[in-house]
């Protein structure tokens, strides 16, 4: 049964999990009772895609051992993978109480730390991981990940190089230094390093969504704004609110300076509309860049499936409003300036929707095809003459307003 269960492990490390699950049940039936088995057989469901199996899976684990630190760290594991955070807290810990001497836990605390957003308790548990193994490279790599959200992005970059000098084929740390050389915008090494992590491993995605911004980045625009996302995604969540509540309202303010002042306003309007830009962009820079993308030769083989689905419905919202607003310039027609908001604002609803995953992606689908009938009627009601299309198209904009609000409540 050892034998067994030796094989399955590396099959798991092979990436052939269909084959490690058969081994790990043909095990299961020799000893019903082993927690090691049901604690692998918990990967391989998992690596499948069997996410209420592995949980379930991983608790047998735990029940038929709960003295072995092992049980409790897959079962923090396969957690933190279902982004069961919460829970995968006091499961890692427990682990540790059991086990205080082994490195891995430390690391997989500060992974779950990192997912949670807690900077400095990432940066605490991965430190006490390279304490008790000064050569952990998963550890190294998660203190430089925390390191370069604190800021201290030399010390990052000190910390992953040392991961380097120490494992030079660690995928991991490559990839984690092609992030820290886009935190520093500098793209063109940043891909040096992605390149290799993807040589080394082609399925590690952390690289390959590396590469992805690495490439965008070489526009100026994009660039410009993967800075501002880098910079929000080292803020806390507190922050983030507070910074886009403010910010509302501030330009707010300045729009009605800058109607009560027209003399303001011919120097307020204009950075008004920047801004407005910029607020779209926030919203659909990643669909838009990736649109542009497929017209790369290197870069459209490293878009995934879902990301190309997605350029394709941005381009079916996007392109409509740009022969619009094209229509408006030359004809006047107020009418075309309305169709144009109406199809940008659907190519934020379709940004949003494909930025999530599971049952929230399909609820902000629900939305974004309520929010598309709504502006059809009302531009049909319109056409023919009927006061319900203001009334469709209000209900329209209260919406997307609504289906704003939830995205940045909503998190993902």
């Not at 009605?256 to 120097?267: I, K, T």
Request: one cysteine or more.
């Amino acid at each position: 049964m050892t034998a067994r269960i030796d094989r399955a492990l590396l099959l798991i490390q092979q990436s052939r999990p269909a084959e490690a699950e058969r081994e790990l049940r043909l095990a299961l039936v020799e000893d019903p009772a082993s927690a090691r088995a049901h604690a692998y057989l918990a990967l391989s469901q998992l690596e499948q895609g069997e996410k209420d199996d592995a949980l379930k899976t991983a608790q047998s684990a735990v029940g038929l051992s709960p003295d072995k630190a092992f049980c409790h760290h897959i079962h923090a594991y396969v957690l933190h993978r279902l982004d069961r955070e919460k829970e995968a807290v006091p499961a890692v810990e427990e682990a540790i109480r059991i086990d205080p001497e082994n490195e891995d836990h430390f690391a997989l605390l500060a992974s779950i730390r990192l997912a949670q957003r807690d900077w400095p308790e990432a940066l605490t548990a991965a430190e006490r991981g390279l304490a008790l193994n000064p050569e952990h490279v998963q550890s190294a790599n998660l203190r430089s990940m925390a390191l370069v959200r604190l800021g201290r992005k030399e010390e990052a970059m000190a910390t992953v190089d040392y991961a380097l000098e120490r494992a030079p084929e660690n995928a991991l740390s490559h990839a984690n230094q092609g992030w820290n050389c886009l935190h520093r915008n500098d793209p063109r090494r940043a891909q040096e390093h992605f390149r290799e992590a993807l040589r080394l491993n082609p399925e590690l995605e952390y690289a390959r969504q590396g590469m992805l911004e690495a490439l965008k980045a070489r526009n100026p625009v994009y660039r410009g704004m993967l800075a501002y996302f880098l910079w929000m995604g080292r803020q806390s969540g507190r922050f983030q609110g507070i910074f886009i509540v403010g910010t509302y309202f501030g330009m707010k303010a300045v729009r009605s300076l800058a109607d009560s002042r027209p003399g303001l306003g011919m120097v307020l309007w204009p950075l008004l509309v920047l801004f407005y830009l910029f607020i779209y962009l926030s919203w659909t820079a990643g669909p838009m860049f990736n649109l542009l993308l497929r017209f790369d030769r290197f870069g459209r083989l490293v878009l995934s499936r879902e990301e190309r689905v997605a350029s394709n419905w941005f381009a079916v919202c996007v392109l409509p409003a740009l022969a619009a607003l094209v229509a408006w310039a030359f004809t006047g027609f107020v009418f075309y300036a309305l169709v144009a908001a109406l199809f940008a604002v659907l190519s934020i609803c379709v940004s949003v929707t494909f930025a999530r995953t599971g049952r929230q992606r399909l609820v902000f689908a629900a939305g974004t095809a309520a929010l598309t009938v709504l502006a059809g009627v009302g531009i049909w009601f319109l056409l023919v003459g009927s006061e319900a299309g203001f009334t469709c198209l209000s209900a329209f904009f209260i919406g997307f307003i609504g289906l704003q609000i939830g995205a940045n409540l909503w998190r993902r």
